[in-house]
Every structure is written in C-alpha cells, then in structure tokens.
C-alpha cells in the first residue's frame, strides 16, 4: 500500500488531530458564551470587597459598589418612592437620610413594603450599614409631596431639600444592617436595582452562536480535505 495513502501518514494524522482540537475549542467556548448569556439573579448580585464611604475615590467610584456607612438614621425627613411594585403586588420604597459622625448625609433605601403599610422606625443610634451604590440624577423640579412625603424616584437632590441639609448624590441600597431589628422594610431585589443586568445577554449568546458557527466550518474543511485527499491518492497496483 502507498504510505502516502495510509492512515499512518504523519500529515494526514496532524490534520485530524487539529481538526479535533478545533472542534473542542469552539464547543467548549460555545458553552461558555451561552452560560454567560443566561444571567440570574445569583449572578448578578454585587460582589467584591466593602469600601468604606471615606475611602471612595470620586475618579474610581462606580455603580454597584458595596460601600459600607455608619452614622445615624434621620426617619424624621424620610421619604417613599411610589409606586414600586413587587411580583404585582403595589408599594413603596423607603428612602432614609443618613447622617455620619462627619461630612454630608447620604440617602439609603431601606427596603420595600407593601401599599399602605407606614415603614418601622430603623434602629436608633449610631448604626452600621453596608449598601450597593446607585447613581442618580438630580431633577431641581423634584419635590416630595403627600402624606407620607412621596417622590416618583429616588432624587437626593429631593431628599437634601427636604431634610435641609447636605446629602451626597447617589443613593445605597440596603444589604445589611448592624443592628438588625425586626420589622424592617423588605431589602431590595437584585432585579430592582436600575441596570441589573438579568436574563437574556444577546451578545454573548451571539458569541455562542459564532463559535458553532467556527466548528461547522472547521467540519465543513475537515470533510472537504478528506473527499479531495481521497480522490487524489493514487490507485495501488494490483499484484499478478
């Protein structure tokens, strides 16, 4: 038999071997891309280390940031924001100053709670809370009105107006409280958060969808390669 036409032959081997190396990366990467596509909400929970709120670099702060806070809880200047509804069920959030020992206030979502329902006082005293930062912007018209004050978004700019004194721009969403007291609104959702990035991330399902894509042409050559080598291999000589 030619050796050129055995399936001992070194080049023909290599071709095979990379053909399936191929395939394997893109499968393997496929599967990566589409795993990423498909976010939960565990995903998307904010992870990293907790800053505290004297370290934050204005040049590096950025939205999702888990930023911890200590000071005092001012309930007498805290506001709803109406409506929030949760899996169809209407409500509010409770929107919260807080005051550290130095520097300007800062706004603090303390959770949800149901329509109608009046929000239980946080905990007196000097506290400790660890929050996601949310950026926002400030409306100069926006003003909380009603009975409880309700806003239709959280806006410090409101909160500062209302509680007469400085309040720092962004917002923290409660995640953990020092000390925890019952009764207290209901934390919000990582699906609540402006900008979760939950569910379906087309890009990345695009990526999955290319790296397919890659290993049907890496098949498509494969094949060709072997119908072209087969064709052209020379026919053995039939012994008399």
């Known amino acids: 038999m030619d050796a050129a036409g055995s399936w001992r032959d070194p080049r023909r081997l290599a071709f095979h071997v990379l053909t399936i190396l191929?395939?394997?990366v893109c499968v393997v990467a496929a599967r990566w891309q589409w795993d990423r596509a498909h976010r939960t909400e565990a995903d998307a929970v904010p992870e990293g280390p907790v800053v505290e709120l004297a370290d934050l670099d204005p040049t590096t702060t950025f939205s999702g940031m888990r930023v911890r806070l200590?000071?005092?809880?001012?309930?007498?200047h805290e506001v709803l924001v109406a409506p929030r509804a949760r899996q169809g069920a209407p409500g509010a959030w409770v929107l919260t100053p807080l005051v550290p020992?130095?520097?300007?206030?800062v706004g603090v979502v303390r959770g949800w709670l149901p329509e109608g329902q009046r929000p239980t006082d946080?905990?007196?005293g000097t506290v400790s809370v660890v929050g996601v930062l949310v950026a926002d912007s400030?409306?100069?018209?926006a003003q909380a009105t009603g009975d409880p004050p309700t806003l239709e978004r959280v806006d410090t700019g409101a909160l500062e107006s209302l509680a007469g004194y400085p309040v720092r721009s962004g917002w923290f969403a409660l995640q953990q409280l020092d000390p925890a007291t019952a009764g207290q609104p209901a934390p919000l959702l990582v699906t609540e958060l402006p900008?979760?990035?939950v569910g379906l991330n087309w890009r990345n399902a695009a990526y999955a969808v290319q790296w397919v894509a890659f290993a049907g042409?890496?098949?498509f050559f494969w094949t060709r390669f072997r119908r072209e080598y087969q064709a052209g291999r020379p026919e053995q000589e039939i012994p008399r």
């Open 122 to 124: 946080p905990p007196a």
């Open 22 to 24: 191929a395939v394997v």
């Open 138 to 141: 400030r409306d100069p018209g």
């Open 70 to 76: 200590t000071g005092q809880f001012d309930p007498a």
């Open 217 to 219: 042409f890496v098949l």
């Open 101 to 105: 020992a130095t520097g300007s206030a």
């Open 195 to 197: 900008g979760a990035d």
